[in-house]
């Protein structure tokens, strides 16, 4: 089975518990890039980012349901686990970085989720899940190493070329690489001409650092405000699949994803976190090569940034 055929599949499976999310086209940020730009706005998904894809198409394949869901997570994917079990009727557990800000913890406590602080590395978090996952009754749902999970997220792309058949490069924020690694397959399956960019901050810059060392690389730790994007390691499947299908993944700074940020809230009155805005980023400051009178697509994959935070960078 074709992989866009596959994706098809996995659509009609879990569009009955996600939004289908709205596509705009920005005239503002058409003008300003030479481009036909438009967002796919993830950041109004149900628990405000893509995530929920992914977690719905983990538990619906899920043959027993009574198993206890665990997983590692340093915000958003946490939520969307928290949120896909609340549906089920099933028990989760979401370990967190200690720093994670509260608003985030109080979100997942929120939809019933047991939340446990440990460490500062996707190590240390693995290792807490490691002591629960010897029970049999547990069950670890990975944010990004998973092809349940990247099927999840590659519906986006789904819903895109559906919308718009025709767009010509998208722009995906980078984490692990469940998302653009998802994005990516589907697209290059649906057209093998349409062309894919990653784009990380640095300080969350462990896809691209490894693409240029040709292995996979660890950071000692996660240093931007992008905390979405807080994968100390990406997996050898995402690095794998994004060396094959991606064109390259760029980085931009905290304070380029919090002006572009500022931007789109001003100028679309689009709320996103910096995870989301530093796609926007990329292309503003012309990281994505050869857009001028091309069609334009940024992933906006969330917008679980609190004012307060916000207000630090005013």
Known sequence: ?????????????????????????????????????????????????????????????????????????????????????????????????????????????????????HGITMDELNAKVAEYTKDPNYIYVHGFDDDDIIAGQATIAYELLQE???????????????????????????????????????GADAMSKSLEAGRIVALPKITSIAISLGASKVAERTFEIVKNNVSKVVTVTDEEAIRELKDILEKDKIYVEPASSCALSAVISGKIPHIQDKKVAVILSGGNFSLEQLKAFL
């Open 1 to 117: 089975m074709q992989y866009h055929d596959h994706i098809t599949e996995v659509y009609k499976r879990i569009a009955p518990y996600i939004k289908k999310t709205p596509i705009l086209n920005s005239s503002y940020f058409s003008h300003k890039t030479g481009s036909n730009l438009f967002f796919k706005c993830e950041n109004i998904q149900y628990t405000n980012a893509f995530k929920v894809r992914g977690s719905f198409n983990k538990i619906t394949n899920m043959p027993d349901k009574n198993k206890i869901i665990i997983t590692a997570s340093a915000g958003n994917h946490g939520l969307a686990v928290s949120f896909a079990a609340k549906k089920f009727g099933m028990k989760a557990i979401v370990v967190v970085p200690e720093f994670v800000p509260q608003f985030r913890i109080n979100m997942i406590r929120e939809l019933g989720a047991e939340v446990i602080v």
């Open 164 to 202: 718009i058949p025709d767009i010509d490069v998208i722009v995906v924020p980078v984490g692990g690489g469940g998302l653009i690694s998802g994005i990516a397959q589907y697209a290059k399956s649906f057209n093998p001409n349409i062309i894919v960019y990653g784009t990380e901050t640095i």
